[in-house]
């Protein structure tokens, strides 16, 4: 799905604000690389190297661990309501300690593996992971988890995310982003409250859930003047 000309910015939760307004002119006109067709994980991802990275020129952040798709068949009566969302997004169903950062190659229940990856491009492609692993890419559940490390305590910073479908997300063990229905990928369609990075290492967990299409994310951290953060590093571990 391309990158589109301008951002929406909706709150889907009741703790969501709307952006500072100079989020706006920070994302419109962006448009997204063209890539040939993926053969297995390529173009889309590469594995991740051995030293963290910084996030684009835009902030987005690139580098996760990705979980192989957990088959979760559609429900198709009422949708991704939030109700719904919460019941099979949650800490109680993700596959494994929810506290803990997998491994690349770790195992998941199920047989599910933790894959380190770098994104090609600003929104991370899960459809084409799915596809290039050969797993089902319909009706599933995708896990990311990323390690964001801060050179000093950051306050009062949102995390501006985007999906396709319904998603939600954890900083530090603590709810900051729902997404919910059957939506397309727009950058920044929810911002957080301000919250709180802290010096050194901090945890950004959330999923993905799929219905019959396409599927992908996008998350960066934006500081209270609305313009992206780009001194931080993004590891896997």
């Known amino acids: 799905m391309g990158r589109p000309c301008s951002a929406a910015l909706w709150c889907a939760l009741a703790l969501a604000l709307t952006a500072p ?61 939030p109700s719904y969302v919460r019941g099979v997004i949650a800490p109680a169903t993700y596959p494994g300690k929810f506290e803990a950062v997998p491994r690349d190659g770790d195992t998941a229940p199920g047989g599910l593996r933790w894959h380190a990856l770098d994104s090609s491009l600003f929104d991370v492609k899960l459809f084409y992971l799915a596809q290039g692993l050969g797993k089902p890419t319909y009706g599933v559940i995708f896990w990311a988890v990323t390690v964001i490390n801060a050179p000093r305590e950051m306050r009062g910073v949102r995390l501006a995310m985007g999906s396709n479908s319904a998603s939600r997300w954890w900083l530090n063990g603590s709810e900051v982003a729902g997404l919910y229905g059957d939506r397309r990928m727009v950058m920044d369609d929810v911002v957080s409250r301000p919250i709180t990075l802290r010096k050194g290492r901090n945890v950004l967990r959330g999923a993905v859930i799929n219905g019959p299409g396409l599927s992908d994310f996008c998350a960066r951290f934006v500081g209270e003047d609305g313009k992206p953060i780009r001194d931080i590093s993004i590891d896997v571990k």
């Open 21 to 81: 307004a100079a989020l706006h002119a920070q994302t419109a006109g962006m448009v997204e690389e063209k890539l040939p067709p993926p053969t297995g994980l390529a173009p889309y991802f590469t594995p991740a190297s051995a030293d963290p990275i910084a996030p684009d020129a835009d902030g987005f952040l690139r580098r996760w661990l990705l979980l192989e798709p957990v088959v979760k068949p559609n429900r198709t009566n009422t949708g991704f309501t």
